[in-house]
């Protein structure tokens, strides 16, 4: 369980990015985070990683306070997120299959153990084919799929996506959301921020509102269920 309590984020004095958030994500949920560009969105998802501290408030993470935890426990708590990005960031210079073996060969994972999981995480996200490809012999959603791929490598606990379709065409888009919602099925927690209210009302999943830093709309909170 995510627990982000009155939360405030000031980058610089008087602004503040993040103003009193209060959000509960229960394991296993698949919520969107949608807000206009500048609302606080990728803020939030830093905050998460521990990439950056909250001004006020906490962040509780599976009963782990992130405001109290070693600075040595860090890496430990990363591998229980997986993140993908707007721009895909894959290594250019590696082909799709060492992209996602790399993921695991940096945690101290086995030989054995990777020729095992990549080739089943590259089935789940429809790349089979492609292992041998570049990133550059790519189209965008298929970059996303290894991205996604790559996050999930480590079987972490919860995905955070920050804008995964904002650089792709609205079919590749669409594939790349029934692919979140494949892998939050399979039970991993899928936190999705969007500014597309198109995606948002396709998917008919829990909604967050973000506005100017304040949460101005969950769907959860107002009585619907999943
Ligand atoms: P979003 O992802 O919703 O577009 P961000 O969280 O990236 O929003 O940014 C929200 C606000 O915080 C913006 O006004 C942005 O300029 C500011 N901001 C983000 N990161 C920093 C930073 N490292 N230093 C100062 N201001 C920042
Ligand atoms: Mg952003």
Do not use: C, W
Not at 131 to 146: A, C, I, N, T
């Amino acid at each position: 369980m995510i627990e982000i309590i009155n939360l405030t984020k000031t980058y610089e004095k008087s602004k503040k990015t993040l103003r009193d958030v209060n959000i509960t994500i229960e394991d296993g949920e698949f919520v969107f985070v949608m807000g206009r560009s500048g609302s606080g969105k990728s803020t939030l998802i830093r905050l998460l990683l521990k990439e950056v501290e909250p001004t006020e408030g906490r962040i509780i993470v599976n009963d782990m306070d992130l405001g109290r935890m070693p600075r040595r426990y860090i890496p430990k708590y990363r591998r229980k997120l997986g993140v993908v990005f707007q721009d895909f960031r894959l290594l250019k210079d590696r082909n799709v299959y060492e992209n996602v073996a790399f993921a695991q060969r940096v945690i101290g994972a086995s030989g054995r153990a990777i020729r095992e999981s990549v080739p089943e995480m590259l089935r789940l996200v429809g790349l089979s084919a492609k292992y041998k490809s570049y990133p550059h012999q790519l189209s965008g959603g298929e970059q996303q799929r290894v991205a996604i791929a790559r996050a999930l490598i480590n079987r972490p606990e919860v995905l955070l996506a920050d804008e995964p379709t904002g650089n792709l065409d609205p079919q590749n888009a669409i594939e790349i959301m029934r692919l979140l919602d494949e892998i939050n099925r399979q039970g991993t927690t899928v936190i999705v921020v969007t500014h597309s209210r198109e995606i948002v009302d396709m998917m008919a999943k829990r909604v967050i509102t973000i506005d100017r830093g304040m949460v101005i709309g969950d769907t959860k909170e107002s009585g619907y269920e999943d």
